[in-house]
């Protein structure tokens, strides 16, 4: 049975949560201490979450940037898309973009063509080898023993505790020239 994000917020005392509430008046510290709280909170989450992938997919020679995108292609209706749109579906500068393409398909796991209707746009395609190579990583990163273990099934909660903030923030709006082809 997995535990909810509430029944674990209300189990936890959290000794950072403590010490700085306890201290931001203490040292009459201007408005609230939750700003700070959040962002410490979340970027340590980050950490462990990042550490746990980056040393998952070192066993599959991997860099974060190169499962984004084969993960993205493997989204993709046909398992094609612009460098473009891969850009901006990865949050990675364009040159970034292309450099880890560069380096998946010098893997094989990945594949350039032109683009069926406009001869100025470059398409990336997944292979059968980089389809693999993105499931066995996707098995490894949901296996009861692997590097995410410590995470308990936490990952959907994590991800329904972030919405709320990132709709605040404007990220789940996508533009139309996103749409994957």
Not at 65 to 92: D, F, I, K, N, Q
Not at 102 to 115: F, K, T, W
Not at 154 to 176: E, T, V, Y
């Amino acid at each position: 049975m997995s535990t909810s994000t509430d029944e674990c917020a209300e189990a936890l005392v959290d000794g950072l949560e403590r010490g700085v509430r306890d201290r931001w008046e203490t040292n009459e510290l201007t408005g609230s201490p939750w700003p700070f709280l959040s962002i410490t909170a979340l970027g340590r989450v980050y950490q462990f979450l990042n550490k746990a992938l980056e040393d998952e997919l070192k066993r599959f020679g991997l860099s974060k940037p190169g499962y984004y995108v084969l993960t993205t292609l493997a989204l993709t209706t046909r398992g094609r898309a612009r460098l473009s749109t891969l850009s901006r579906l990865v949050l990675m500068h364009a040159t970034s973009v292309k450099l880890t393409v560069d380096q998946l398909e010098a893997a094989g796991l990945v594949e350039r063509g032109p683009h069926p209707h406009d001869r100025r746009v470059t398409l990336v395609f997944i292979t059968a080898a980089g389809r693999a190579r993105v499931d066995e990583v996707h098995a490894a990163l949901d296996a009861p023993e692997g590097e995410l273990a410590a995470f308990g099934g936490l990952h959907k909660d994590i991800f329904h505790a972030l919405q709320p903030a990132r709709a605040a923030a404007g990220d789940m709006a996508f533009s139309p020239n996103d749409r994957m082809l």
